[in-house]
């Protein structure tokens, strides 16, 4: 197939170029009806933000441009079925754990998942098991999960209907013996879905971590937005398995996702996969070079450590993470970076997160300026270096047994009554809501847990750092919400 072909791009493309009259939806009429202060701000983008009218296909029912650009997708990825997702990644995962999995069924799931993989499990209604992952101390974050483990874990809960797994973490932290992890659950007959958010672009070979799909998994879900170039709300979902419903997971995404997709974000998906598959091998060494070059320089500046892959481990060289070399909390970097205008993509008690572009050979990104900002953050961290936190917080604090499950089944929290209390009185009570440090989304505590002392220590902690949260309504009270009558003692 052509894979430098854009089928609905193009269509959009050509109709916005006859300069159509509006008779339909949305109301802004092509960017003639707006409000003036962001009219020029938007303009450009409205006159394709169009709807399923003649040549635009449907995305619910492709039968034309939609389809043509969703088999290339499927083409360059290598699998069965790919489709393109408006409502991100979390609309994928959601889809495929619904389409893979049956009310009460048994399912192993890596605990440091996102929160839309567990909002998937409560839709589906299933008994998850969660399998503790390997923690990486220098980086004080949690990675993918052992071999041993799935193995005991596929021994002790025989009757597992699903693996879901995380590749890479949102450091781009990948485990290499992914296909290992695979190929353990096809020899049982179990499906594997992936949730690799981060990890669109690993298709394009050795320079990058192992992709899932490579590895042999069933399902996996791509956040195209996240690392190629496509608009936020921008996803992939493919799957390349016979353990799978297919007609199951048009159904279910049919369902979840929004009966009025955005055109600009389908369009940008199709140009994205254009994007991905003309990058070359030229442009892939030269990438690498760059960044190599930049992480260099960020070493040399003193006040940085550039962290490197854990043993065992793939680092994608798009994520670069850096700490303080002199006490200050990845928080405290963040606010240097931002008197900069620098915005890195996330910051945690130890880290600083910058995600960097797919750029090709010929393009520019500004390497060299970011140097001099961060040069610049640099001499004031040596200003602040008496400004240490007290205590910074380990992430590790995901429950310390190697299998748990929750405490009560979903049907059954379905019915229970909540109460607030105080952090102190919640130990050892039922957490009745998730409690999120946002980024990177992976829940502290979730809905179902029992509520341990490390996990009030390391909420108080992250409280004091000014994290921000999702979830833990009354956090700023100092409560948490649990289910009525779940304390112990």
Known sequence: ???????????????????????????????????????????????IDATEISGLDDLHAPEGVILEAERLLADLYGV???????????????AMIL????????????????????????LANVRPVFLQPIFYREWEVAGGISSDLLGEALDVHSDAKA???????????????????????????IPVLVDEAHGAHFQLGSLFPDSAILAGADAVVHSAHKTLPAMTMGSYLHIHSDLLDLD?????????????????????????RGYLASFTIEDQNQLIKRISDFRGELGKLGTIRVL???????????????????????????????????????????????????????????????????????????DRSGEQDEEVVPQSALGKNAMTSLAYPYSVMKQKSTVQVEFGKAIGAVSAEMVIPYPPGIPLIMTGEMITSEHIDNLGRLLALDSRFHGGSFLSGGKLIVYEGSQVG
């Open 163 to 189: 693996v879901i797994l995380t590749n890479p973490n949102y450091y781009g932290l990948a485990e290499k013996g992914l296909s290992g992890l695979v190929k353990m659950a096809h020899e049982r007959g």
């Open 1 to 47: 197939m052509n894979q430098l072909h854009t089928p609905l791009f193009d269509a959009m493309s050509n109709l916005y170029k006859k300069g159509p009259i509006s008779l339909h939806v949305p109301g802004h009429k092509n960017g003639q009806v707006f409000n003036e202060k962001g009219r020029a701000l938007y303009k450009p983008l409205l006159g």
């Open 248 to 272: 199951k997971m048009t159904f279910y995404l049919q369902m979840l996702q929004s009966s009025s997709p955005s055109y600009p974000i389908m369009g940008s998906l199709d140009l994205a």
């Open 99 to 122: 389409a893979a999995c049956g009310e009460g069924d048994k399912v192993l799931v890596q605990r440091n998942c996102h929160k839309s993989i567990l909002h998937g499990l409560m």
């Open 308 to 382: 490197e892959a854990p043993l065992g481990t793939s680092a994608d060289p798009l994520k670069v993470v850096i700490q303080s070399t002199t006490g200050l909390s990845g928080f405290q970097l963040q606010k240097l970076f931002e008197g900069e205008n620098l915005y890195p993509e996330l910051a945690d008690p130890y880290n600083l997160l910058m995600t960097l572009p797919l750029v090709k050979e010929e393009q520019d990104f500004p390497f060299k300026e970011i140097i001099e900002k961060i040069e610049r953050a640099s001499s004031a961290m040596k």
């Open 80 to 94: 069965q079925k790919s489709y393109f997702l408006v409502n991100g990644t979390t609309v994928g995962n959601l």
